[in-house]
């Protein structure tokens, strides 16, 4: 049995569907990792900020030079994908592997992923409308940082998220990437989803 990599925008339904097919693993008999890189991701930026020159030299000028900004994020994500792949790598020789996180593309996925070990599925909503989604954020969201952020804020954010839904789904066209439209329907398509993943992990 593959391990499943899910990625994709934020608020699209990666942990509802990751912890729904961890589930149905678990029922098959099958050991699991449930895994979010989120929380990898703030295991990191943790590790960063307790470095001396965080402290004493780029958090009090980050605001001030942007470029440092940057430079601190892509090296943040750098340490993070190269973790990330050896600890998962090694984790599926003794269990499936359910990982869901939105800090890769499709491209970097497909490069960094053997097939021979992982399917990746991606997420997004890219047929929602603005109003739509900032509704279900509001009513669904509970001290977020989607739902702290004020509706012009988060209109911005929306917006920002459907439009990296379409070209997700574009490179998923690209690269024969499943790609799970929860624009309407949220439940029923993870759900649909979920009760192939059987065959879709054999």
């Known amino acids: 049995m593959k391990s499943l990599i899910i990625i994709g925008v934020a608020r699209s339904g990666k942990s509802t569907l990751a912890t729904l097919v961890a589930q149905r693993l678990g029922m098959a008999g099958y050991p699991v990792s449930l895994m979010a890189g989120d929380a990898i991701m703030g295991g990191i930026h943790d590790m960063h900020k307790s470095q001396w020159n965080y402290a004493y030299v780029y958090r009090p000028i980050k605001h001030l030079i942007p470029f440092l900004m940057r430079r601190y994020h892509m090296g943040v994500h750098h340490h993070m994908m190269a973790f990330l792949v050896r600890f998962l ?50 009513r669904y969201d509970i001290d977020t940082p989607a739902s702290r952020r004020d509706n012009g804020e988060l209109a911005q954010y929306v917006q920002t998220a459907i439009d990296t839904s379409r070209n997700l789904e574009q490179e998923c066209r690209h690269y024969s990437i499943p790609f799970i439209d929860t624009s309407t329907d949220f439940n029923a398509q993870i759900q649909s989803f979920a009760d192939q993943i059987m065959t879709f992990l054999a």
Request: net charge neutral.
């Open 89 to 138: 790598k090694e984790q599926a020789a003794t269990s499936v592997v359910v990982f869901e996180g939105c800090h890769l593309s499709v491209p970097m996925a497909v490069k960094l992923f053997d097939p021979a070990v992982f399917r990746i599925v991606v997420m997004g909503y890219p047929n929602a409308t603005v109003p739509e989604k900032m509704a279900d954020i509001r």
